[in-house]
Each structure stands twice: as structure tokens, then as C-alpha cells.
């Protein structure tokens, strides 16, 4: 098994398509074709299902891509570790983050890192933090942030900051005040996430101390979206303040405070506990933390106690 037939075959895994793969890692298509019979041959099984122009990830295939995404990830961290101790700043780093934070946080962080780091490799994926927790534990992120707590003992967590939930309405519907009760939340049509997102759980868990159910009639994935659909009258939502504040400037949207209780939750960053981060991670981790301050402490409310790293419980 050689590592360019590991990435003949990711290739071809990512784009479902043996041309496009070619196309992307340089080879004609019927190189690559070969490589990735010799490497099926070798594990003697098919990776892939041939549906035409399309391929599929067989059994066999899904189980070696977790592998040779794996395999893939620690030679790079390999090489990047040996490049640093040769005083080179050079090399990849991969970050999952929260969409709503990628809104606000990440714009000015990415300016930052890549003024100090011009020569490093930077990929930013907004994800759910489900998908991050996951994708930290199987070793294809260097560094999360995403909603604390988490419920992995094998990641280190450090919180960043604590995000308030607001309710975001249309802005001809009306509503008693620019303040509302969490109770009063069940006598409205609400856009929420679907029920396996965190930030869901976090909004279900916050109504249930309120005491109320809340009458979810429309799901949707993306903030944006969702933001979209209540501007259109498809109901009311709930998002995390500092989100919200920055994607209405000029919205026909209107924000209404929470309270009894407010609801929030904590963000922060993440990393595996048993590996040795790079010293580009440690430094994207500290801009994030300067750029966090530099957007005001009314908009983090970042306390000192809250910077320091803790074991995920």
C-alpha cells in the first residue's frame, strides 16, 4: 500500500467521480484507475460501487477512508513538526468553528493569522459543534471552537466566552415589549435547528427550565437560511445574540431580550488531550483570544478565570 494511492483514493472518495479526481491530484484517469484497482486488489475488496459516472464509498471503502484520512493527517503533522524545529513557520493548520461565530469572530482572526503566517496553510470549516467534537476526536482538526461543554474526557477545552440567545422576529409582528419571558415563548411558531444540532438541545433545555414546550414549525440548518425564512414570515427564531446583532445591520428584522431565565451558553476552543499541538495552533488560539478581546467586553464578557484549559467533562 503506497500514500498516493491513499490519495488517489480520497480523491476519488471526496468527488465521487474517478475523472474529476484525476483532474485534481494530476494523473490521467487511467493512472489513477490503476492505482486504485492495485489497491483493492491488495485489501481484496472493491472500494467503490461503479454507478455510472458516479461512484460510491462501498463498506470496505468507508471503513479505509477514516484510515487514510487518519494516516494522511499524521504525516502532515509529522512533516509540519519537523519544519518547525527546523525555524520554519510552514505547514497546514485545520480549524472547525460554530457558523454564527465564523460571522464575527473569524473574518478579522483569519487577517491576523495570516499576516504573522503568510506562509501557512489556514482552512476554516463552519460546522455544527457536533461535527467538530468528532472530527477533533478522529484526528481531522487541529483545533475547535465550538459549544462547551462537550462530552468527550479526551479533548482539552478552554472557554472563550458566553453567548446569549435572543429571540429574532419579523419586523411587523407584534410583540408586548422588547423584553419576553421564556414561558411566553409556547405561543410561538418558531425556526429552529433540527433536533440533533447542539444549539437546539441547549434552546430545548433552557425552555424546559423555563417550564414551557416550544412549538418548533419549521427546521433548517443554516442560521442564514433561518434568518431568511422569519424575515419572509415563516415565524420566530432563536440565535446567539452576537450573531444576530451582526447580520441585521439593515435587516427588516427586530430583536427581543429573553429573560426568566436568559438563556446562554459557553463557547470555546478545543484540542485533542493526547497530542502535541504545533506552535502555529497554539498561536491561532491566542489570536483568537486577542481578536475576541478587541471586539469589546460587552460582546464577550470574557472574564479571566474562563481562559484557563480544563479536561472536558
Do not use: W
Not at 93 to 111: A, Q
Not at 185 to 213: F, S
Request: net charge positive; charged share 25%.
Amino acid at each position: 500500500m503506497e500514500l498516493r494511492q491513499l490519495r488517489y483514493f480520497l480523491a476519488v472518495a471526496e468527488r465521487r467521480n474517478f475523472t474529476r479526481a484525476a483532474e485534481a491530484v494530476h494523473v490521467s484517469q487511467p493512472s489513477l484507475s490503476v492505482q486504485i484497482a492495485a489497491l483493492e486488489e491488495e485489501l481484496g475488496s472493491p472500494l467503490f460501487d461503479r454507478l455510472g459516472r458516479q461512484v460510491a464509498l462501498t463498506e470496505a471503502g468507508q471503513i479505509v477512508r477514516d484510515h487514510a484520512e487518519r494516516v494522511l493527517r499524521e504525516l502532515e503533522q509529522a512533516a509540519q513538526a519537523v519544519q518547525e524545529l527546523k525555524g520554519a513557520e510552514r505547514g497546514r493548520l485545520m480549524v472547525g468553528t460554530l457558523s454564527t461565530v465564523n460571522l464575527y469572530l473569524v473574518p478579522p482572526l483569519v487577517c491576523r493569522f495570516k499576516q504573522q503566517f503568510p506562509k501557512v496553510h489556514l482552512q476554516v470549516q463552519a460546522r455544527p459543534s457536533s461535527e467538530i467534537v468528532e472530527d477533533l476526536l478522529a484526528n481531522r482538526l487541529d483545533v475547535g471552537i465550538c459549544l462547551l461543554p462537550v462530552s468527550s474526557d479526551r479533548l482539552v477545552t478552554t472557554r472563550l466566552f458566553d453567548e446569549t440567545l435572543v429571540l429574532v422576529a419579523p419586523a411587523g409582528v407584534r410583540l408586548p415589549s422588547r423584553r419576553m419571558r421564556m414561558r411566553e415563548l409556547a405561543r410561538l411558531p418558531l425556526v429552529l435547528m433540527p433536533a440533533d444540532y447542539c444549539l437546539r438541545k441547549m434552546i430545548e433545555a433552557e425552555c424546559v427550565e423555563a417550564g414551557v414546550r416550544p412549538q418548533v414549525s419549521v427546521e433548517m440548518t443554516s442560521p442564514e437560511g433561518i434568518l431568511e425564512a422569519v424575515k419572509q414570515g415563516a415565524g420566530l427564531t432563536i440565535l446567539p445574540e452576537l450573531y444576530v446583532r451582526h447580520r441585521l445591520r439593515g435587516e427588516a428584522l427586530r430583536v427581543v431580550e429573553l429573560y426568566d431565565p436568559v438563556p446562554r451558553h459557553s463557547v470555546g476552543l478545543a484540542y485533542l488531550a493526547n497530542r502535541s499541538l504545533s506552535l502555529v495552533a497554539h498561536e491561532f488560539m491566542r489570536l483568537c483570544r486577542a481578536t475576541l478581546g478587541e471586539l469589546g467586553d460587552a460582546a464577550t464578557g470574557v472574564p479571566a478565570a474562563g481562559r484557563r484549559a480544563h479536561r472536558a467533562g
